[in-house]
């Protein structure tokens, strides 16, 4: 018997998958349009229906704009979502996403939005993440003065394809002080105008909306975080068939000089969480490591 092509090797996983979650329907915590890009991609792969619940609540997890602290982490708050939202509606299956904004660690001046994606089966006990970063962001805030200099901003920041937030104050914001989702000249003007008639400072803050729904990029980065989940739930264990097997890059190529091992790629080892079998791929086209990597005849 020869291998299985690819394609072959796809359909047979495409059809474990499917069969591992055995057409359940599961429950999308989200509120901000994230459906239009984790909907199409989850149900296809693992065949299930997702259902989009109105009326919860992901507010209470933590807003963007700061008027609602996240509750803890980025990936406690997502557990958290996604089993209120399996419980909330009587589900085993719960999927939520989770994005977040910081300064890039090695680029300066760079932001770099992560976004999360967790599903959540109950029923199996298992809990898979995908994961998708990227310097491509629009976040940004700014202080102005009046309306030429929020339009500038605006502008300059994606509007009106990407929405804007006016603060009254930088930090503490009551709700009336805030209006967010501004994506029409219209919109911007009357919140501007309002925010600066109550204002003390002579300044208010104008930002970009981060919430999916007003931010085209951020859904591009939550769509790529989606298909990191799918690849994931698609690393079969071949021994129990258990799905999301964890990946680790195993360094110590052997120099091709002195034979030393390098901090360069050898391989890859996937585990199984659950039976424990351990499979280790090499690359047979890289048996040594170039001698300039080596800490012995390069240092
Ligand atoms: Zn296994
Ligand atoms: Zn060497």
Redesign the pocket.
Known sequence: MGQASDTELEVLNREAVHAFFGGRTGVLATMHGKERVIVPLLSEALGITLTVPRGFDTDRFGTFTGDVPRAGNQVEALRAKALAVTEQYGLTLGVASEGSFSPHPLLPFATLNLELVLLLDREKGLELMGEASTTETNYSRRAVRNLGEALEFAYQSGFPGHGMVVKVKELYNQPQDLAKGLNTEALLERAVNGALAKSTAGHIYLETDMRAHFNPLRMKCIAEATRSLVDKVYNL??????PG?TKVLKRGLPCSLCGEATEQVQGVEYN??????IAYEVDLNRTTADPRWCAYCNP
């Open positions: 264990c071949p021994e129990c068939g258990w097997r199984c969480l659950r039976c424990g079998h």
